[in-house]
């Protein structure tokens, strides 16, 4: 009986997939669920497409996972295509949309990326060609300098090789932590070495819930599982470390 089930099904996706590519570009077919991912090159995925583009033309459509994906390798279309509107949006990952909800500029899409756009565009004119801007690069650059330096220092006054990474971790930091927050901290500050590591390991992490974007499905697994809540906890703590510093 489960045997007829799982064919049933099978056979339900493959219809209504087969129903959709009607007006779709041509394309591959793929496995149920994994979709061509089990057919590209691990090492050099772009080279698999490439080779798809000779096939299929310029413009081509497959699906990795249980994501549909339209494939531009011309860069005609591609200037083409960032020009409409109607292109503009984002992709269904889990990442961006199921633990970012949406927001910040990489994730967000229209109205609230508008907004977010706009606000960016409006603080990033303070360092203009204006008086008042200005004045803001010149405190900026006042930062920077300051930074370096202090990079420099530290670094020299080591007498053993280092890996200067966590030096210039901390500087960058500091730049960024001013420009945004009008604000930084000292090397041995617990916030701050909160804050570098949870951007570190929350980096490793979205490595490892890659094919969450494929499979979402996945998170209920207990690898996964465990991942999402890291991501998810990560993010609350840091949007609530953020409101204290804006407010």
Not at 128 to 148: F, N, W
Not at 180 to 203: A, I, M
Not at 233 to 239: Q, R, W
Request: aromatic share 10%; charged share 20%.
């Amino acid at each position: 009986m489960i045997y007829i089930l799982i064919f049933a099904i099978l056979l339900l996706l493959g219809m209504y997939r087969l129903l959709r590519s009607k007006n779709l570009p041509p394309g591959p077919w793929g496995l149920p669920v994994l979709g061509y991912l089990p057919f590209l090159d691990p090492k050099a995925p772009h080279e698999t497409l490439t080779t798809l583009s000779r096939k299929y033309g310029k413009i081509y459509g497959l699906h990795l996972g249980s994501v549909y994906t339209i494939v531009l390798s011309d860069a005609t279309a591609i200037s083409s295509a960032f020009s409409m509107d109607k292109l503009t949006g984002r992709a269904p990952l889990y990442l961006t949309h199921g633990i970012m909800g949406g927001y910040g500029l990489i994730c967000a899409e229209g109205s609230m990326w508008r907004i977010h756009r706009k606000f960016a565009a409006k603080f990033l004119r303070l360092f203009g060609a204006t008086k008042s801007a200005r004045a803001a690069t010149d405190s900026l650059t006042e930062v920077i300098i300051r930074e370096v330096h202090d990079c420099v220092n530290v670094i020299g006054d080591e007498c053993e090789p280092i890996d200067p990474l966590a030096h210039l971790q901390h500087a960058i930091g500091s730049v960024m932590c001013q420009l945004v927050f009008g604000k930084t901290w000292s090397r041995d500050d617990p916030t701050w070495l909160w804050l570098q590591h949870t951007q570190e390991e929350g980096t490793k992490a979205i490595g490892v819930a890659g094919p969450l974007n494929f499979f979402p499905f996945l998170r209920y697994i207990p690898r996964f599982s465990k991942v999402v809540r890291f991501l998810l906890d990560g993010k609350h703590k840091t949007h609530q470390l953020y409101r204290e510093l804006i407010e």
